[in-house]
């Protein structure tokens, strides 16, 4: 199974910066797709930033202009470049990545999460 670790969680005061990163281990696999997704006390998870299958980036409303989203293939590694943040983006991150691994019994889906880190903007 493909297993992610995030980091780069913290507090901060609003307006700003916090970079999270989500990176990728386990063995030989391709992604088809990845998203960021946060979920805050009392509050459904929600799909924040991410790559379609075609690999064009894509936001909630609600992020767009201050939430970038990007990855190294290289370093099998994902990034959400948080700018001007808000006390209303306090929640927990994950990162869920979608793919194929390749195994010696041959391929199979995997659909992945990352454990979650903390982001809490608060003055």
């Known amino acids: 199974q493909v297993h992610l670790v995030e980091s780069g969680g913290g507090l901060v005061q609003p307006g700003e910066s916090l970079t999270l990163s989500c990176s990728a281990s386990g063995g030989i696999f391709s992604v088809y797709a990845m998203d960021w997704f946060r979920q805050s006390p009392g509050k459904e998870r929600e799909s924040v930033a991410g790559f379609t299958a075609g690999g064009s980036p894509q936001y909630t409303d609600s992020v767009k202009g201050r939430f970038t989203v990007s990855r190294d293939n290289a370093k099998k590694t994902y990034y959400l470049q948080m700018n001007n943040l808000k006390p209303e983006d306090t929640a927990v991150y994950s990162c869920?990545?979608?793919?194929?691994?390749?195994?010696?019994?041959?391929?199979?889906?995997?659909?992945?999460w990352g454990q979650g880190t903390q982001v809490l903007v608060s003055s």
């Open positions: 869920n990545v979608r793919g194929v691994i390749r195994g010696l019994g041959g391929s199979a889906d995997f659909d992945s």
